[in-house]
């Protein structure tokens, strides 16, 4: 009777007989349907126009527009109107092409009123249902859209995992950030598209036994971009397992959700990542060379000693400071600077293995850890390494500019068990480099470390000693090596201490390099010497030569070569009797300013020679631009004659060289027949070393200097 409780149903009444039309509207309206009569088919049509009917009674045969043509118009203008055929017409092909056209039910004429208002109420019920399903419909799918789009514009993605993992379900904010279309990913198991670094951990992360609703699983993983072309992103994943008891999809759909086992977010947490990976990196890295700091190369150090401790192994921390490069940084600008360091800081990058830490201590100082060494020899091998590769001038703008590098090593555990100790000693070691002419490597040893209280004591002393006269100078022979006669003496300082005793010149030349008292102790030195060899010379060895070791402080000195000249003028020593030796940093300091005083000194007839030849700088282009008359063999090398090393080789090279540009050669740290013989075959020709005596001093010399071999016995 009504299409709500509230409002009655509308019913459309059409027939082209008056009679028939009235009666059927009276019945209905005596139900308490509202009624709206059409009498024939062309009223009907404009009545639809004008109102909503919830059904429409209608005569087939009528003579304007027939029932069919009205059906036609119904579902035109208003679908959701239901249609019940009432007609005198009852053959099969008029019910069957009324029912095909839509209508609902077909009474024939004449009818039975009740079996008709039965008929009419059926219909309007199952109009009810139907609009009711369908405005259910309209909700669900309304639901179903705001759903839809409340997962799809998350900020993060949302997936759905079967029991295995492989994905049921994944939102569109994957094509965003990963440019995977979800389609593509249903049914794939996630871990394709983890990073491979990520891949056990995050499949394990599921599995894990306390995983619940209460308590999820949260793990943060790389997850791969499609195509090679993005990077790697980071994200942070909360995994839920579903309760089936809760999941209400288990009868299933078409999209595979019933499988669904856990349920997750995926939150991209990159940036986050980067920010937290640039202030790690700023925390432990120089910003200007890239390099490791202070703060991780004390980290590393402290590991890696840990690690020697228990491997039995040894290692090595260098201190590397650079030489020159003030003077770049002061003429240049600091702009230059900067550029200068990163340079260098590739430069040296590139002489290290995996495991080796380069890092920026400050300023133009750099530390090196090499962790498990087997010897001394591995560290020596990379000292020269990187001094060779800061040797070719760095190419900064318009400029070509040329630096080096004075390295100190400490060895662990030789040098320190504590890692500020080992810095520290590989410093004072990188100290004794500079003091000694810059531009090469030292080990450290206990007699460089001298504590402040007994620095205080020792320059008291070292002053005294001075004023005291207690300085000896010891005498060692340089012997033709084909007649074994002594051709020449090195001059060697010694300490004769009040309480200490003997002190040699590795106990204190550091210090008196480094107080400046170097000066007077070298002009004691060369007095002494000069008044003993100059006797010697007088008393019938006329050639006899004089060998004395200069510092680099005093060959910077302003008044070096006056002041040379006056000292063996007061001496009366005859200049082309003396020899003095000076090392290759000392030239490469200032090689303008050096090769100066040199050709002045070369043309008073003192003789120049190059002292520890081969372990510093070792530029040989200056060779035939100096006034050098001799190359000192380093006694290392030497040394690798006996033992079978690149020393054998290094000597053939050196004495091949010294030939080749006419200068004499003297092999020093001659300590056996092996070595000696070995020498003579190459035709290096003077040699000196304990074989022949050790430094004594000058009244143990002086006898032996007749004969031939000489022979010493002291120290
Ligand atoms: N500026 C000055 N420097 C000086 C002076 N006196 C010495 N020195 C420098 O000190 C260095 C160490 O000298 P010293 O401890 O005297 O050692 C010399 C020799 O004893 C040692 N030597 C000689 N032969 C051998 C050998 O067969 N084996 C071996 N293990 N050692 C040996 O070598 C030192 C001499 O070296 P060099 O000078 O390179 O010829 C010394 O190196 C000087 O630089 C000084 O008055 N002023």
Redesign the pocket.
């Known amino acids: 009777m009504s299409a709500t409780a509230e409002r009655p149903a509308h019913i459309l009444v059409v027939d082209d007989d008056p009679r028939l039309l009235n009666s059927l509207a009276s019945l209905l309206r005596f139900r308490k349907y509202r009624v709206t009569e059409a009498l024939g088919g062309v009223q009907a049509c404009e009545k639809l126009r004008q109102l909503e009917f919830d059904v429409a009674m209608l005569d087939l045969r009528m003579p304007d527009i027939d029932g069919f043509g009205v059906m036609t118009e119904i579902s035109r203008l208003q679908p959701d109107c239901g249609v019940v055929v009432v007609s005198g017409e009852s053959g099969f092909t008029a019910v069957s092409r009324a029912l095909r056209r839509g209508a609902l039910d077909y009474i024939k004429k004449p009818y039975d009123p009740e079996e008709l208002l039965t008929t009419l109420e059926a219909v309007l019920h199952q109009r009810s249902l139907v609009r009711a399903h369908a405005a259910i419909q309209c909700r669900l799918q309304k639901s179903e859209a705001l759903h839809r789009y409340i997962v799809n514009s998350s900020p993060d993605i949302v997936f759905m995992l079967d029991k295995d993992g492989h994905f049921c379900f994944v939102n569109s904010k994957i094509k965003t950030v990963l440019g995977y279309a979800p389609d593509e990913l249903l049914g794939s198991h996630f871990g394709a598209i983890l990073d491979e670094r990520d891949v056990s951990r995050g499949t394990h992360a599921l599995k894990g036994p306390n995983i619940s609703a209460d308590n999820p699983r949260t793990l943060e993983v790389r997850l791969k971009a499609r195509g090679s072309r993005k990077a790697t992103r980071h994200f942070e994943i909360t995994a839920f397992p579903i309760d089936p008891e809760t999941w209400s999809h288990q009868d299933g759909t078409s999209t595979g959700h019933r499988d669904a086992r856990f349920y997750g977010t995926a939150r991209d947490v990159t940036e986050r990542k980067e920010a937290e990976a640039f202030i790690n990196f700023q925390a432990y890295h120089d910003l200007l060379t890239r390099l490791p700091n202070r703060a991780l190369f004390k980290d590393r150090l402290n590991l890696a000693m840990t690690q020697a401790k228990r491997a039995g192994q040894e290692l090595a921390v260098m201190f590397l400071d650079l030489d020159r490069f003030k003077v770049v940084n002061d003429t240049l600008g600091h702009a230059m600077g900067d550029r200068l360091l990163q340079a260098v800081a590739q430069r040296l990058d590139r002489c290290l293995r995996k495991g080796d830490t380069l890092s920026r201590f400050g300023g133009d100082e750099f530390t090196l850890l090499l962790p498990a060494l087997n010897n001394h020899e591995d560290a020596r091998r990379i000292a020269r390494k990187l001094i060779e590769a800061l040797r070719a001038p760095f190419q900064l703008g318009e400029h070509e500019v040329f630096v080096g590098v004075s390295i100190g090593i400490a060895m662990y555990p030789e040098a320190g068990d504590s890692l500020d100790q080992l810095i520290q000693n590989a410093d004072i070691a990188m100290y004794h480099v500079k003091a000694?002419g810059k531009d090469g490597y030292r080990f450290y040893s206990r007699s460089m470390c001298i504590d402040s209280a007994n620095r205080l004591s020792l320059e008291r002393d070292l002053r005294l000693a001075l004023e005291r006269d207690e300085l000896r100078?010891?005498y060692?022979p340089q012997v033709c090596a084909v007649s074994g006669r002594t051709v020449g003496l090195?001059?060697?300082?010694?300490w004769q201490h009040p309480e200490q005793g003997l002190l040699?010149?590795?106990d204190f030349?550091p210090l008196?390099?480094e107080t400046r008292l170097?000066s007077t102790?070298?002009e004691q030195?060369?007095a002494k010497?000069c008044r003993d060899v100059g006797v010697w010379i007088r008393n019938g060895h006329p050639d006899l030569r004089l060998?004395?070791?200069?510092?680099p402080v005093?060959v910077e000195h302003p008044r070096f070569v006056e002041s040379l000249m006056e000292q063996l003028e007061a001496c009366d020593f005859p200049p082309q009797n003396l020899e003095i030796?000076i090392?290759e940093n000392v030239i490469m300091n200032d090689l303008d300013q050096i090769s100066q005083k040199l050709r002045k000194l070369a043309d008073f007839g003192i003789r120049i020679a190059i002292?520890?030849f081969g372990t510093g700088y070792s530029s040989l282009n200056y060779l035939h631009r100096l006034p050098i008359h001799t190359l000192?063999v380093?006694?290392s090398f030497?040394?690798g004659i006996r033992s079978g090393e690149d020393g054998a080789c290094i000597v053939n090279a050196i004495v091949a060289m010294a030939h080749g540009l006419k200068l004499d050669i003297?092999a020093?740290?001659?300590?056996n027949d092996v070595q000696l013989a070995y020498l003579r075959s190459l035709g290096c020709h003077q040699v000196?070393?304990?074989?022949y005596g050790?430094?004594a001093p000058a009244d143990a010399v002086v006898g032996s200097l007749q004969n031939a071999p000489f022979r010493a016995t002291a120290?």
């Open positions: 000694r100078v010891f060692q090195e001059a060697l300082v010694r040699y010149p590795g030349l008196a390099e170097i102790l070298s030195v060369l010497a060998a004395v070791n200069l510092s005093q030796e090392t002292d520890d000192k380093d006694q030497v040394q003297v020093e740290g001659v300590e000196q070393g304990f074989f050790r430094p120290s």
